[in-house]
């Protein structure tokens, strides 16, 4: 089977500015996942998905950064306005049932100048 | 909310030496997976391990559930197993927290 595809791999951008990272998960797999990782840092969960439903997006900064799922399949995960605090790769996951093993994607390395 | 200790933070090995990471954590309503990451590269998925022990090559996982702690054991290091080891906790609502890593060097 495919894996967990990611686009754009690389994004630079000036503070201020909007950015869109796109995720196709593996095909079947309910449940969607997206970490931000720091440098020399673990995935930090930001949000994550059942199908089309936001399940908890506690972590996810809600005044700049939002995320849908609007068809249970591909996510989107948007920035409206970078600072440099962002810098950092953002990973996408997916898993297929409750409790069995997630993958990734290569993940998009982000730098805000 | 969940906590995962894991130890060491780093650790540097002569190749063929062993190495025993280690991950703890605060909740037994837990399933536990490890990964490993080369530096700049993608999570790869080494043991999906909730309890017991588990083989993969030269990797063995053991997860002890009511004790709250999991190890990945390296045997016979090799160079190529340089990178950095996570372990990840998913609840019983598949909220997933990662561990802060093991940064592993194996010197030739």
């Known amino acids: 089977e495919a894996g967990v595809t990611q686009s754009p791999r690389y994004a630079v951008l000036q503070e201020g500015q909007a950015v869109s990272f796109w995720c196709d998960p593996i095909?079947?797999?309910?449940?969607l996942y997206w970490y931000q990782q720091p440098r020399d840092q673990g995935p930090q969960l930001l949000v994550y998905?059942?199908?089309?439903?936001?399940?908890?997006n506690s972590q996810l900064p809600s005044d700049r950064f939002s995320a849908v799922r609007p068809k249970g399949t591909n996510s989107t995960l948007k920035i409206q306005s970078a600072k440099q605090g962002d810098t950092a790769t953002y990973l996408c996951?997916?898993?297929?049932?409750?409790?069995?093993?997630?993958?990734f994607g290569p993940g998009t390395r982000l730098t805000v100048l | 909310g969940q906590q995962v200790q894991q130890s060491p933070a780093s650790l540097v090995l002569q190749e063929g030496e062993n190495a025993e990471l280690q991950c703890n954590f605060s909740?037994?309503?837990?399933?536990l997976q490890w990964f490993y990451q080369h530096p700049g590269g993608r999570l790869v998925s080494l043991f999906y391990?909730?309890?017991g022990t588990k083989h993969t090559g030269r990797l063995t996982s053991t997860t002890v559930t009511n004790e709250r702690r999991s190890s990945l054991h390296i045997s016979s290091s090799q160079t190529t197993d340089s990178g950095t080891y996570f372990c990840?906790?998913?609840?019983?609502?598949?909220?997933?927290?990662f561990g802060t890593g093991t940064r592993l060097q194996v010197l030739p």
């Open positions: 996951a997916s898993r297929r049932d409750w409790g069995v093993e997630q993958y």
């Open positions: 095909s079947g797999h309910d449940t």
């Open positions: 998905f059942r199908d089309e439903a936001v399940i908890d």
């Open positions: 909740s037994t309503a837990t399933r």
């Open positions: 391990n909730p309890s």
């Open positions: 990840a906790l998913s609840s019983n609502t598949n909220k997933v927290v």
